[in-house]
């Protein structure tokens, strides 16, 4: 049992990014422990690691969770700034070399696949990954039917209590969304509306083609060496024991662990579960990841091609 987190406040910033992005983030910089950096998955937001980042806090690690360019309060990329995959490996690059140590990167789905990118060509980046519910290669059926999900209502809801009950019809399995956890995924347009916290534009310059990027995606993986652990869902729609297999043989020195009633929303689905699951493998890992250097940092002003 994960022990209970505190209530403390996450202090929110905001930070430079690459290519002139801003990015919103969240903070607990207590800990002497870390740090920890969290990525999110693909239409989430920073919000989603709020009970694990408390809870690991808790135990005395510094975390620092952001929206990815385009999700939530961060930057969206201009009407002349096509979304690109590097785009998010290179803010990844900047933000994990602006920290005191290289961090453990606790990053979900999209943000899991461009840390692979950031660390293959920045090795060293992070001193440890955990990778949720994301593998190189993955059931392309499943990300259809989240994409086809995410772009079923173009013009929004007309009330949080709407979003609501299409949430739950495509979660059955999960509880259902409070309004004040809504208005972490939906902004007002100012017509009424309440529309999704993302750029549409994203779908089709990101998300759409993603399948052609599998093999630089393995060939990254495969570049790693850094400590690795897979968290995985036993009822994922995205990674199955095939792309599993897979990228254990890409990356030989990693750990697996399956929660067998989770979904591709892992951490979501049974946080407890997953937040244990993250804090063992953190006790495990060498000791120099217990204490956080006194050290400034060596700040990131560029990125590797």
Same mark, same amino acid.
Not at 163 to 170: M, Q, R, T
């Given at each position: 049992?994960v022990t209970p987190p505190s209530l ?147 013009? %929004?809801?007309? &009330?949080?209590?709407?979003? #609501?009950?299409? =949430? *739950?019809?495509? $979660?059955?399995?999960? @509880?259902?969304? +409070? ?53 995985? %869902?036993?009822? &994922?729609?995205?990674?199955? #024991?095939?792309? =599993? *297999?897979?990228? $254990?043989?890409?990356? @030989?020195?990693? +750990?697996h662990v399956q929660l067998p009633q ?44």
């Amino acid at each position: 049992m994960v022990t209970p987190p505190s209530l403390a406040p996450l202090s929110s910033l905001r930070l430079d990014a690459a290519h002139g992005a801003v990015l919103a983030a969240t903070a607990d910089t207590a800990g002497r422990r870390g740090p920890i950096l969290f990525a999110h998955g693909f239409g989430q937001t920073r919000h989603a690691w709020n009970a694990s980042a408390r809870a690991l806090a808790a135990h005395g690690f510094q975390t620092l969770a952001y929206d990815a360019r385009g999700h939530g309060d961060s930057d969206w990329n201009p009407a002349d700034l096509p979304y690109h995959g590097d785009q998010f490996a290179d803010d990844l690059i900047v933000l994990a070399g602006e920290q005191s140590r290289p961090p453990v990167l606790v990053a979900a789905s999209m943000g899991g696949l461009f840390g692979l990118l950031a660390e293959s060509r920045w090795p060293g980046l992070f001193s440890a990954m955990v990778l949720v519910d994301i593998t190189p290669r993955w059931d392309t059926a499943g990300v259809e039917r989240i994409l086809s999900f995410m772009t079923a209502h173009p013009q %929004g809801f007309a &009330s949080l209590a709407e979003a #609501a009950d299409v =949430i *739950a019809a495509y $979660l059955p399995h999960r @509880p259902r969304k +409070s309004e004040d956890s809504l208005r972490a995924l939906l902004r007002e347009d100012g017509h009424s509306r309440w529309r999704w916290h993302w750029d549409p534009r994203l779908v089709a310059e990101l998300a759409r083609d993603s399948e052609q990027h599998q093999d630089a995606l393995a060939d990254a993986a495969r570049k790693v060496k850094c400590p690795l652990l897979l968290v995985s %869902g036993g009822r &994922s729609e995205l990674v199955n #024991a095939g792309t =599993i *297999a897979d990228f $254990l043989a890409l990356a @030989p020195h990693a +750990s697996h662990v399956q929660l067998p009633q989770a979904t591709h929303m892992l951490a979501g689905d049974d946080n407890d579960a997953f937040t244990a699951t993250v804090l063992n493998y953190l006790d495990v890992l060498p000791p120099a990841l217990a204490a956080t250097s006194s050290a400034e940092p060596e700040h990131v002003t560029g990125v590797r091609s």
